[in-house]
Each structure stands twice: as structure tokens, then as C-alpha cells.
């Protein structure tokens, strides 16, 4: 973990910024991970259906597979606070531009909620 220069940038900038959640932005499945292993902050779990519903995302915790795996598990393990891995789009990888609008209505309004809590 935090063994190459950009995640070490990233986790350096983070504890700058000491923000109340984070939301790391991802492709394929249309779902919003919210929780990691057996760490649950307070509020993650309500929020995170407010941005299901301002998304049309499922919200769904992360598949054991995939625990202790980015961002939002070191960022919910450190600092006990709401992360999200959102799963942008479905389809063919990359996803193509055409995916662009849709994805941009369906993140818009979430990371506006998120913002305004």
C-alpha cells in the first residue's frame, strides 16, 4: 500500500485536505460501494442511499474480493469517515463517449448531494 508515487500523492493531499468523505470515481456496473470490510462510519450508510437515489445507482457494499483493494478502503479505514467507490457506466472497456451523457446525469446530482451532505 502507498508504494507508488501516486497513491502517495494522493493519501499526502488527502491528509491536507482532511475531508468528511471521498468519492473515488471508477468504470463498469453502475453501483456505488460505500462500505469496507467491517468498518462502517457513522453516516456512511445514509448517505450513500441519498446518492443511489440523486444517481439511480445501486448501492451495494463492496464484494469481499475487491476489500482493502483502492482509496476508499484506506480513506474509511484511517480516517473512520464515509468513502465511496462509484462505478461509472456498463459495457465495453474503455467505455465509449457515448456513454458520456448519461454517465453526467447520474453523477451530477451525486456528487452535488455528496457535497451538500
Known amino acids: 500500500p502507498l508504494a507508488a508515487p501516486e497513491s502517495r ?3 499526502d493531499f488527502t491528509k491536507i485536505l482532511n ?5 473515488a470515481l471508477h468504470t463498469q456496473g453502475n453501483v456505488i460501494y460505500w462500505k469496507f470490510a467491517n468498518y462502517e ?19 451495494s457494499q463492496t464484494p469481499p474480493v475487491s476489500d482493502n483493494a483502492g482509496y476508499k478502503d484506506w ?6 469517515r464515509p468513502g465511496y467507490t462509484v462505478e461509472m457506466g456498463e459495457g465495453e472497456n474503455p467505455l465509449p463517449l457515448t456513454q458520456f451523457g448519461s454517465i ?14
Open 19 to 23: 475531508p468528511d468523505t471521498i468519492i
Open 41 to 59: 462510519p457513522k453516516g456512511a450508510y445514509a448517505l450513500g442511499l441519498k446518492l443511489a437515489k440523486a444517481s439511480g445507482y445501486e448501492l
Open 9 to 11: 500523492a494522493l493519501a
Open 75 to 80: 480513506f474509511i479505514q484511517d480516517f473512520n
Open 104 to 117: 453526467y446525469s447520474a453523477m451530477e446530482p451525486l456528487l452535488s448531494t455528496a457535497a451538500n451532505g
